[in-house]
């Protein structure tokens, strides 16, 4: 039973496989500027910087894990929301398993397609196992010692 998690404002929920069709970045690219689609999958190989000049014209992009120990895709995700400033859905398409869901959030990604062998439900626990998050990622830009620091100057400030 697998599917597809989604993040809403409400939290991540499971969602039905949605038929979205990705093209290869290296079709797309060759593809007529009129042909192209408006959602384009990235391989590990793939840079993402050459998607900058086009982003406006995708609504979608799947970045794809073709093994669980192949890490790229983080990367490639982390690049896409912090340095080209992507803010469409950011699909992790492949060897998506539970184990690295909390990390893939922390990334950037915001859709999840989960594999087969993969029971959904039980992969929404996924992102409330990590209770205090230290480092600065793409979903929590501030370190732990840094929202401490704002939290104490907001405190002492208002009982000055």
Avoid: N
């Avoid at 590990?44 to 894990?65: N, R, W």
């Avoid at 192949?70 to 912090?82: C, N, P, Q």
């Amino acid at each position: 039973m697998s599917g597809l998690i989604r993040f809403t404002p409400q939290g991540p929920v499971l969602a039905e496989k949605d038929g979205r069709v990705f093209t290869r970045f290296a079709d797309w690219l060759a593809a007529p500027v009129e042909a192209r689609g408006g959602a384009v999958v990235l391989a590990p190989t793939d840079d993402p910087a050459a998607l900058d000049e086009h982003l406006s014209s995708l609504s979608a992009i799947a970045i794809e894990f073709p093994k669980p120990t192949d890490g790229r895709g983080f990367s490639i995700a982390t690049l896409l929301r912090t340095r080209l400033g992507w803010t469409g859905e950011l699909r992790a398409v492949g060897a998506v398993a539970y184990d690295q869901l909390a990390f893939m959030a922390r990334c950037g990604f915001d859709v999840f397609d989960l594999r087969e062998e993969e029971d959904g439900t039980a992969c929404l626990r996924a992102f409330s196992e990590i209770g205090v998050l230290y480092q600065g990622a793409v979903d929590q830009k501030l370190p732990l010692f840094r929202r401490r620091a704002q939290a104490l100057a907001a405190i002492a400030e208002r009982d000055a």
